[in-house]
Every structure is written in structure tokens, then in C-alpha cells.
């Protein structure tokens, strides 16, 4: 009774993942051979980008200032309190700025973008678009996966620069560790290539919400519960592909920069 449960789980996967691929492969070449929709494209470009800065710039702050504080009173225990500076910039330029800005993406506009394909597949309008030999690819999802990855490393840099600045904050000025050499060591030990890798982590975790969340929405069921279904698995797939492909990036690039 299990192994056909798992053949089935495993068979639905592989079909889901060929599906995605499919549609990305349709994105990308309609990006070589169509020139895309700039007004569409801007228009994605304010929702995703102007329209999440303050859920962004609020997780960019807490991770900041909470990560400073558990930092230094740690390091107070062995007399290490001004390199709280350099763990914060370093962990919020190459992972908990990206991964989470990303998060907050997914959650807000990964379920917008599935939910509103959804209810245009449920309403039948694009099967409209096909009749007016309008490619629901070329039309819906090239924008917003252009928007997406232009936005995301642009939303991660700014929760970046917010969270430091929050750190140093709290660090300098409620925690009392010395000014100067917080902000010293951070300069010492932070690297360019840490700041590079946060935003090809970001530019590349945007794309894979773009597409998954249109994915999800032109592939949704009929019904109000098709669409409810589809919104849900935009958010939780884009969130397990982003914390997954962490790792996996991160390794690939520290070889890269450092090996």
C-alpha cells in the first residue's frame, strides 16, 4: 500500500518540476526572440518592488537589531564585543538578508501573482488571450519574472543596509559597544564578494518565485477553492525553493569567490 503511494508522490513531483522547467523555458525564450511589454513591465516593477519596501525594510530591521543583540551577548561572555559588527554585516549581506527579503517576497507577492492568474484562468481569460493570438507567457509571466529578479536583489540590498544600520544602532548606542570599532571591524572582515553573493542569491531567488507563482496560477483548477489551493502552493514552494537553493548557492559560490 506505501510503494504505490510514493510511486504516485514521486510521479507527481517529477511532473510538476517538468512542468516548471517547461514554462521557464518558454519565459526565457520568449525573452530572446519578443520584445516584452515595458508599461506591464514597469507596472510589476512598482507593485513588487515600491510596494513590498516597508514589509522588507520591518525585516530588514528586526533580523538587524535581534541578531546584533544575541551576537554580543555571546561574544561579551569571552570579551569579544566590537566584533558583534563584523558577524551582523557578514550574515546579512550573504544570507539572512537575501533569504529573508526573499521570504517576505514570496509570501507577499508570490500569493498575489498566483492568486491573480488563477482567477484569470478560472474566468477564462486566458483562454481569451490564446483567441486573440496573444501567448499567455509573452503577456503575464515575462513581466513579472523580469520584474522579480530586477526588484529582488534591489528589495535585498535595502533590508540589508536597513538591518546594519539597526545593528549599529542597538550595538552603539543601547548596548554600549564602542562606535569606532564596530564599525571598524565590520569594514575589516565584510568583503565585497559577501555583498555580491547576497545579490546573485536575491537576483536568482526572484526569478524562481516569478515563475513558480505563475506556474502555479496558470495551472490552478476550476473553482474559488483551485484558486485557494494555488495561492497556497505558490507561497510554500517558493519558500522551500529559496531556503533549499541557500544552501546549494552558497556553497557553489564561496568556491567561486574563494576557492
Excluded at 506505501?2 to 517547461?22: M, N, T
Excluded at 509571466?141 to 536597513?162: F, I, S
Excluded at 526572484?206 to 502552493?233: D, P, R
Excluded at 507561497?235 to 576557492?259: D, E, H, P
Aim: charged share 15%; aromatic share 8%.
Amino acid at each position: 500500500m506505501v510503494v504505490p503511494i510514493l510511486q504516485q508522490r514521486v510521479r507527481y513531483l517529477f511532473s510538476e518540476l517538468g512542468e516548471l522547467a517547461h514554462i521557464a523555458g518558454e519565459a526565457f525564450r520568449s525573452l530572446r526572440h519578443h520584445r516584452p511589454s515595458w508599461r506591464d513591465f514597469v507596472e510589476q516593477l512598482h507593485f513588487i518592488g515600491v510596494k513590498s519596501q516597508s514589509v522588507v525594510i520591518t525585516t530588514g530591521a528586526a533580523t538587524g537589531m535581534v541578531l546584533c543583540a544575541q551576537t554580543y551577548f555571546q561574544f561579551h561572555k569571552v570579551k569579544m564585543d566590537t566584533a558583534t559588527g563584523a558577524v551582523v554585516s557578514v550574515g546579512m549581506c550573504s544570507e539572512l538578508g537575501p533569504v529573508l527579503a526573499c521570504l517576505m517576497i514570496a509570501g507577499r507577492v508570490g500569493a498575489a501573482m498566483a492568486a491573480e492568474l488563477g482567477t484569470m484562468k478560472v474566468t477564462e481569460q486566458i483562454d481569451a488571450l490564446r483567441t486573440l493570438a496573444t501567448h499567455p507567457v509573452d503577456h503575464l509571466v515575462v513581466p513579472r519574472l523580469l520584474a522579480a529578479t530586477v526588484a529582488a536583489p534591489l528589495l535585498t540590498a535595502e533590508a540589508v543596509a536597513v538591518g546594519i544600520f539597526a545593528s549599529w544602532m542597538v550595538g552603539a548606542h543601547l548596548l554600549g559597544i564602542d562606535s569606532a570599532y564596530y564599525v571598524a571591524n565590520m569594514n575589516r572582515y565584510t568583503a565585497p564578494t559577501d555583498v555580491v553573493t547576497g545579490l546573485i542569491k536575491a537576483t536568482l531567488f526572484g526569478a524562481a518565485i516569478a515563475v513558480i507563482s505563475c506556474y502555479k496560477g496558470l495551472s490552478c483548477q476550476q473553482g474559488a477553492e483551485g484558486v485557494g489551493k494555488a495561492t497556497t502552493e505558490a507561497v510554500v514552494y517558493s519558500s522551500i525553493t529559496v531556503l533549499v537553493a541557500n544552501f546549494f548557492l552558497t556553497l557553489f559560490l564561496t568556491r567561486l569567490f574563494k576557492g
